[in-house]
């Protein structure tokens, strides 16, 4: 297995996520970072697009999942966005999903809240 990985960071993203009733009436923000695992050798001796992940189709399928989906849990939409990101291209060996609440529904005054996964093959 590469220890290569293509990062991505800060993707937000509006979905419906949560527990609470008003979670469930409206979209909330949440911010997508993923670590993509391959081996990225052959990029980077060719300089060849064909030869990485395009890491734009990665965004479009993460943005489908989060926006068509209606969860309760962020773990289970983490779940998720790793199924699709695993299916996306047989190179991918692995991937590390972190997603996190920018509005976390708690009166304390808590910046975010998240979970991070990681799958593999």
């Given amino acids: 297995m590469a220890d290569d990985r293509i990062e991505l960071r800060g993707l937000r993203l509006l979905g419906i996520c949560g527990v609470l009733p008003e979670e469930q009436d409206r979209a909330q923000p949440l911010e997508v970072d993923l670590d993509v695992l391959a081996d990225l050798t052959a990029a980077g001796r060719s300089d060849d697009l064909a030869d990485t992940i395009d890491y734009g189709a990665v965004c479009t399928r993460v943005e489908l999942t989060v926006t068509g989906s209606r969860v309760a849990l962020l773990e289970h ?17 692995g991937v590390t999903v972190g997603i996190r ?21």
């Fill in 77 to 93: 939409l983490a779940e998720r966005i790793a199924e699709v990101v695993l299916a996306l291209d047989p190179r991918i060996s």
């Fill in 101 to 121: 609440k920018l509005r976390p529904p708690v009166p304390q005054d808590l910046a975010t809240s998240g979970v991070c996964i990681t799958r593999h093959r």
